[in-house]
């Protein structure tokens, strides 16, 4: 399972509705919203410090300060807390995400910014991280999600970033052998992010630098940009 298939999309709109609908309620100033959020804190808070497999419903209600019976009018078990978590987790990252949308910048650019900022979105979401080095009780418990979801989502992502590649060769095609390889390659990318908290492979780059030069050498090869052409199509 990919890092981006659980929760995928074809247009800011759709992200934002997508991610809005998993995540609920948050909003601070409601007394449920205010609730909602502090169980979705406090359950990401328990699943990376002590696994998703050992925490119980019990003692996330404990940490949100609320009742068990009120985790349970928000959420059928904890595989959906588990799944709002992780798009919380995104929705926090959706100022970087939403560039990928941005159409007024050319489609390479915009290709370099799908390499870096899935690195980076992954990088800084605890669990996200643990899905993409293979955790797998938390893979476990998103298998229990409804399949027509997680397929809908992942057929979106790979319309996504193959629309991208079109645009990035156009008036070229790609064969669909060499598509779905290259594809594949850059769904892979992320997987290296739970790597890049070790300073010593990002030899003393920032994360965020490390990821754009990645995308850099992915999308444009090792020669140098020409002056002026930085960010061009």
Same mark, same amino acid.
């Given at each position: 399972?990919?890092?981006?298939?659980?929760?995928?999309?074809?247009?800011?709109?759709?992200?934002?509705?997508? +991610?809005?609908?998993?995540?609920?309620?948050?909003?601070? /100033?409601?007394?449920?919203?205010?609730?909602?959020?502090?169980?979705?804190?406090?359950?990401? /808070?328990?699943?990376?410090?002590?696994?998703?497999?050992?925490?119980?419903?019990?003692?996330?209600?404990?940490?949100?300060?609320?009742?068990?019976?009120?985790?349970?009018?928000?959420?059928?078990?904890?595989? %959906?807390? @588990? +799944?709002?978590?992780?798009?919380? %987790?995104?929705?926090?990252? @959706?100022?970087?995400? %939403?560039? +990928?949308?941005?159409?007024?910048?050319?489609?390479?650019?915009?290709?370099?910014?799908?390499?870096?900022?899935?690195?980076?979105?992954?990088?800084?979401?605890?669990?996200?991280?643990?899905?993409?080095?293979?955790?797998?009780?938390?893979?476990?418990?998103?298998?229990?999600?409804?399949?027509?979801?997680?397929?809908?989502?992942?057929?979106?992502?790979? %319309?996504?970033?193959?629309?991208?590649?079109?645009?990035?060769?156009?008036?070229?095609?790609?064969?669909?052998?060499?598509?779905?390889?290259?594809?594949?390659?850059?769904?892979? @990318?992320?997987?290296?992010?739970?790597?890049?908290?070790?300073?010593?492979?990002?030899?003393?780059?920032?994360?965020?630098?490390?990821?754009?030069?990645?995308?850099?050498?992915?999308?444009?090869?090792?020669?140098?940009?020409?002056?002026?052409?930085?960010?061009?199509?």
């Amino acid at each position: 399972m990919s890092n981006w298939s659980v929760v995928s999309y074809l247009s800011v709109r759709e992200l934002r509705e997508r +991610l809005a609908g998993l995540v609920g309620d948050i909003d601070p /100033e409601s007394p449920k919203g205010k609730k909602r959020l502090r169980i979705l804190q406090a359950a990401a /808070e328990l699943f990376t410090v002590q696994s998703y497999r050992k925490t119980n419903i019990d003692e996330i209600a404990k940490a949100a300060g609320v009742a068990k019976g009120t985790v349970y009018l928000y959420f059928a078990n904890k595989a %959906e807390v @588990l +799944l709002a978590v992780i798009a919380y %987790e995104k929705q926090r990252s @959706l100022p970087l995400i %939403e560039q +990928l949308f941005d159409t007024s910048i050319p489609p390479r650019a915009r290709l370099r910014h799908w390499v870096s900022i899935t690195i980076r979105v992954v990088a800084s979401s605890p669990l996200l991280a643990r899905l993409t080095e293979g955790n797998q009780e938390l893979l476990l418990a998103l298998a229990e999600l409804d399949p027509a979801m997680v397929a809908r989502a992942s057929a979106d992502h790979r %319309e996504m970033l193959a629309d991208l590649l079109d645009e990035v060769v156009a008036p070229r095609t790609w064969s669909e052998a060499d598509r779905a390889a290259r594809i594949a390659v850059i769904d892979a @990318l992320p997987y290296l992010a739970p790597l890049l908290r070790n300073e010593h492979i990002r030899q003393g780059m920032s994360i965020d630098r490390f990821a754009d030069v990645m995308a850099s050498v992915v999308v444009d090869g090792m020669t140098p940009p020409d002056a002026g052409t930085e960010g061009g199509g």
